[in-house]
Antibody, heavy 122, light 107 residues
Framework: QVQLQESGPGLVKPSQTLSLTCTVS??????????WTWIRQSPGQGLEWIGY???????FYNPSLESRVTISIDTSKNQFSLKLTSVTAADTAMYYC??????????????WGQGTPVTVSS | EIILTQSPATLSVSPGERATLSCRAS??????LAWYQQKVGQAPRLLIY???NRATGIPARFTGSGSGTEFTLTISSLQSEDFAVYYC?????????FGGGTKVETK
């Protein structure tokens, strides 16, 4: 089974861009089996699905964040990335990468990375 | 957006007792629901998918049931390692959403 590891700055200033990377090991990111996903968790908002990218480059975002989010994929590095622009304190959260996959037609998030905390503060 | 409401927010249970957790959807999601367990300092872990299918390695004491708008996660006999926060998540409609969680704590 694949393993995921998030990386990126733990502190971002308000109005700047949050950038995180998820490195995939134990399998190829170019597989058709998974949708590569970002999820965040904050005390105020709970768990929130941010969006996903498929190996083909197709993306789908949560409408609540769509205007500020970009998820990209780098198959040569077996990584996918998250960019969130114009951040505010409300974007302070633990950010997880995960796979969205299915068994028959039953979908779920599994596995997850360990998460990386991001604080938005000046 | 489908809202998932979990109850109770906190459940106090003694080891060995049965725990029953509820997840209610604001509109029907068929059986398109998963359950996750999250321990302090860890990422969520998949327990149940498709409303009642246990994930690989999940003990039989975890049972998921329900369809439509009402779902239940039952832990038949709580073990010490089961004290955690549990979340439901729907994949019937976009955006994918999670419930607010139920914390299962020691009584």
């Amino acid at each position: 089974q694949v393993q995921l590891q998030e990386s990126g700055p733990g502190l971002v200033k308000p109005s700047q861009t949050l950038s995180l990377t998820c490195t995939v090991s134990g399998g190829s990111i170019s597989t058709s089996d998974y949708y590569w996903t970002w999820i965040r968790q904050s005390p105020g908002q709970g768990l929130e699905w941010i969006g996903y990218i498929y190996f083909s480059g197709n993306t789908f975002y949560n409408p609540s964040l769509e205007s500020r989010v970009t998820i990209s994929i780098d198959t040569s590095k077996n990584q996918f990335s998250l960019k969130l622009t114009s951040v505010t304190a409300a974007d302070t959260a633990m950010y997880y990468c995960a796979t969205f996959r299915r068994i028959t037609y039953r979908w779920f998030f599994d596995p997850w990375g360990q998460g990386t905390p991001v604080t938005v503060s000046s | 957006e489908i809202i998932l409401t979990q109850s109770p927010a906190t459940l106090s249970v003694s080891p060995g007792e049965r725990a029953t957790l509820s997840c209610r959807a604001s509109q029907g999601v068929n059986s398109h629901l998963a359950w996750y367990q999250q321990k302090v300092g860890q990422a969520p872990r998949l327990l149940i998918y498709g409303a009642f299918n246990r994930a690989t390695g999940i003990p039989a004491r975890f049972t998921g049931s329900g369809s439509g708008t009402e779902f239940t996660l039952t832990i038949s006999s709580l073990q010490s390692e089961d004290f955690a926060v549990y979340y439901c998540q729907q994949y019937d409609n976009w955006p994918l959403t999670f419930g607010g969680g139920t914390k299962v704590e020691t009584k």
